[in-house]
């Protein structure tokens, strides 16, 4: 994450200057811990300061994280690529938005998990791993709303959009999120701006009719807006 966003999630009370204070020193003082561990690569440039820089789980968050039966080695965080860097903070971005409406009294964050693992069945018995960007359940009024998300950046060719919503679909139809989680949830495809978003209707338009009640497709400025919206129609 960010410090930007570690800062609105974990300092958001009292003036700007304040509340960048804070965050800076706390920063600080979990790095010093290894509880974080800031990575090479900034955002926003290098006079952005703590807010710009980004942060993984340090070895130290590593041991503080993991179950007492876990035999998952401890590794020195690493710098990925730009392009999966980007992907995994847009991620981000959404949870912190989500923790705000919380905050803010307009759902409760019932579940966040990222990059879930969703093993079913396909074609012809063949065992099959659904993998979206984030599996999310959300509190609104008095429903409980779940959602599957796809982040695109549009660095993806739509014929690999298609092929992933078809995947999609083919899990609906296994039955298997209802049996392992009581409800089939619906997926938001999550994009940067209309232009795309009318590009990848258009590729989910080739699917089967029953696939346009299954997919919703919203702008990254406009998709807490449709996640917190309620019970989708």
């Known amino acids: 994450m960010?410090?930007?966003q570690l800062q609105r999630l974990f300092w958001p009370d009292g003036l700007p200057e304040s509340r960048a204070r804070l965050a800076r020193h706390g920063l600080a003082r979990l790095s010093n811990l290894g509880v974080i561990?800031?990575?090479?690569?900034?955002?926003?440039?290098?006079?952005?300061?703590?807010?710009g820089l980004t942060f993984a789980v340090g070895l130290a968050g590593q041991r503080l994280l993991a179950s007492e039966d876990s035999?998952?080695?401890?590794?020195?965080?690493?710098?990925?690529?730009?392009?999966?860097?980007?992907?995994?903070?847009a991620v981000a971005?959404?949870?912190?938005?989500l923790m705000e409406t919380q905050r803010w009294g307009i759902a409760d964050v019932l579940g966040f998990?990222?990059?879930?693992?969703?093993?079913?069945?396909?074609?012809?018995?063949?065992r099959m791993t659904l993998k979206p960007d984030a599996a999310i359940k959300l509190g609104v009024g008095e429903y409980e709303v779940?959602?599957?998300l796809e982040l695109d950046m549009a660095t993806e060719a739509l014929?690999?959009?298609?092929?992933?919503a078809r995947r999609h679909l083919e899990y609906h139809r296994s039955g298997e999120a209802r049996r392992t989680h009581g409800v089939s949830p619906r997926v938001a495809w999550i994009v940067p701006d209309?232009?795309?978003?009318?590009?990848?209707?258009?590729?989910?338009?080739?699917?089967?009719a029953e696939a346009e009640r299954l997919f919703a497709v919203t702008t990254h400025a406009d998709a807490v807006a449709l996640l917190t919206a309620g019970v989708p129609v």
């Open 71 to 89: 035999t998952r080695r401890v590794r020195s965080p690493h710098t990925p690529g730009e392009r999966y860097m980007a992907h995994t903070l």
């Open 37 to 51: 561990a800031p990575l090479a690569r900034r955002v926003g440039g290098a006079r952005s300061g703590s807010e």
């Open 113 to 126: 998990e990222p990059e879930p693992r969703r093993p079913y069945l396909g074609r012809y018995a063949a």
């Open 146 to 148: 779940s959602w599957l």
């Open 159 to 164: 014929t690999t959009i298609e092929g992933k």
């Open 2 to 4: 960010s410090g930007e």
């Open 93 to 97: 971005q959404l949870y912190v938005e």
């Open 194 to 208: 209309e232009q795309r978003a009318e590009a990848i209707r258009r590729a989910l338009d080739r699917l089967p």
